[in-house]
């Protein structure tokens, strides 16, 4: 275990007048959002709001039209390797056994070091198995073991439980809020479930039309009662300006992205 | 328990029953003198001339002449498609550069080309290898570039943010992610080449098998040219138990590949 107790601690961000374009079309204005070391930040937001790009974007997969992201007084680019992604599908190399995924792009006596997240993920005993003989629920663990493995400072999750059945989502968010507690990286979520955010993080940030439209702090103790009122009320006001501009947005947002939208979130 | 037993041994022959009936249906004729030896000789005439070729040695001489001919001029053809398919799978200039002049060539009949490649190479080994390799190369070259362009983008993407490049990432995403395309091109590329063989061979030879079967029709020896067509069907499902092996050993991680699936 002594490996991943030796993580550093998280990478504090501060996004500086975040600009992404897509030709014409402005996915991201302006985001000015500074997120202290070691928090859980849950981004929410309508389909098409933005908030993939803005993970991309943290992540390095796209490059930012205009402003700086910056991680403490650096470029968040020169922390990449410090830097992992979890992606909605699980993306396991299908032709490679489940601990050689783990091992992905690691050099060395990276084994050991693969059983461990493996087994801090809980699937020490499936390591010899090809991807396709695993859940959809096992996929994202050992997806996120492989990303634990690198001991990530800042840990990106976008939308990784949202294929998931309610039951294994909820052991997911306990298991990635547990491993969170462990090791104390800075995390961010981008999910559209709004009951997930308020349960799981310690900030909820909205996105709507390229901005951020609410920052609500989540200032409950944990471990969380799920069934609390206190959780119920924030998701309820979250929920509320998420549906607040509607009217004026449906013009734009195409129909089958909304009802979607609509049929995840409740 | 036994009766179980014989149920599943005749499960088991039963698809064998036809094909038998049939070859006693043939010796029958033959032997009461309905079929002319001069249009088909008896299966024991083929099974006797086979006996017969084996024992001098001839049919193993045969059999390895065109056996080698095949391999290598699939080795060549298939190793210029493996690559040239890299080449445009894998890089867009190679792609703008070479994809569509491959195209216009692939659409030639490659045994059109017969007559000019006898008055290039003459009637040499060389003619025949340059066939095969032909024949071979863009079933190879076709199923290669797709399989590249077909890799799941989003596997790439994360091999890339997991620090994966150059050579690495080929190795360990593209080229596993192509290999399933890559194969069915070989199952392919395999017919093609012995298809190009047996037509090279019966044209313009001194040894093979195909010239086993054109001598003996000089000679009226049907049952010679029956077996020759018998062995070609047999090399044909060798290449292809061949093909076979391949996806078994290099798909085990491909749920349609497996072992377990069964039924293939």
């Known amino acids: 275990m002594s490996a991943l107790h030796t993580l550093k601690n998280g990478i504090p961000l501060a996004l500086e007048g975040l600009h992404k374009a897509f030709g014409e079309r402005q996915v991201l204005q302006a985001i000015d959002l500074h997120i202290p070391a070691g928090q859980f930040v849950a981004v929410v937001g309508r389909s098409g709001c933005g908030k993939s790009t803005l993970l991309r974007l943290l992540a390095g997969l796209d490059a930012p039209t205009g402003g700086a992201l910056l991680a403490g007084q650096v470029p968040l680019a020169q922390v990449r390797e410090d830097t992992r992604l979890m992606f909605q599908d699980a993306r396991l190399l299908p032709w490679k056994r489940v601990i050689d995924n783990v091992g992905l792009g690691l050099s060395g006596d990276w084994r050991p070091r693969a059983e461990e997240a493996l087994a801090a993920v809980g699937l020490a005993e499936r390591a010899g198995e090809w991807p396709a003989a695993l859940s959809g629920g096992q996929k994202q663990r050992v997806a996120l073991a492989r990303a634990l493995i690198h001991r990530p400072r800042l840990l990106l999750l976008d939308e990784p439980l949202g294929a998931l059945d309610a039951l294994t989502r909820i052991e997911m968010q306990q298991l990635i809020e547990r491993l969170w507690q462990q090791h104390g990286f800075t995390v961010l979520l981008v999910t559209h479930d709004v009951s997930e955010a308020v349960a799981v993080a310690d900030r909820v940030i909205l996105i709507e039309e390229g901005r951020i439209g609410l920052d609500l702090p989540i200032d409950l103790p944990r471990p969380r009662n799920r069934g609390s009122a206190r959780l119920a009320a924030l998701e309820a006001e979250v929920l509320e300006r998420v549906l607040a501009p509607a009217g004026s947005l449906a013009a734009r947002e195409p129909p089958a992205a909304r009802a979607s939208w609509q049929g995840s979130a409740s | ?148 362009r077909n890799v799941d983008a989003g596997l790439v993407e994360m091999a890339r943010s997991y620090g994966l490049s150059g050579f690495a990432l080929f190795r360990q995403v593209i080229l596993p992610g192509a290999l399933p395309s890559i194969l069915v091109g070989v199952r392919f590329a395999l017919g093609f080449m012995w298809l190009t063989l047996i037509v090279a061979e019966t044209i313009s030879a001194s040894s093979g098998i195909g010239y086993l079967a054109m001598n003996a029709r000089e000679f009226l020896q049907t049952d010679v040219v029956v077996l020759a067509i018998l062995l070609y069907a047999v090399l044909g499902k060798l290449a292809d138990v061949a093909a076979r092996t391949l996806e078994r050993l290099w798909l085990r991680w491909h749920p349609a590949y497996q072992a377990k699936a069964g039924a293939r």
């Not at chain 2, 009766?3 to 064998?16: G, K, M, Q, V, Y």
């Not at chain 2, 894998?90 to 000019?116: C, F, T, Y």
């Open chain 2, 1 to 148: 328990m036994s009766t179980t037993h014989i149920n599943r041994l005749a499960e088991r022959l039963s698809p064998w029953a036809l094909p038998l009936a049939l070859l006693g249906l043939w010796q029958g004729a033959v032997a009461s003198g309905l079929l002319s030896t001069r249009i088909l000789p008896a299966p024991s005439a083929v099974l006797e001339a086979g006996w017969n070729l084996l024992a001098s040695g001839d049919l193993w001489q045969h059999l390895a002449i065109s056996g080698w001919r095949a391999s290598i001029g699939f080795a060549i053809g298939g190793g210029l498609g493996l690559l040239l398919g890299f080449v445009t799978g894998l890089s867009k200039w190679g792609e703008r550069l070479l994809d569509s002049s491959v195209q216009m060539v692939r659409n030639v009949p490659h045994l059109a080309l017969i007559p000019l490649v006898i008055l290039w190479f003459g009637i040499d080994e060389a003619a025949k290898i340059f066939l095969v390799a032909l024949g071979t190369l863009f079933p190879i070259y076709l199923n290669t570039y797709h399989g590249i």
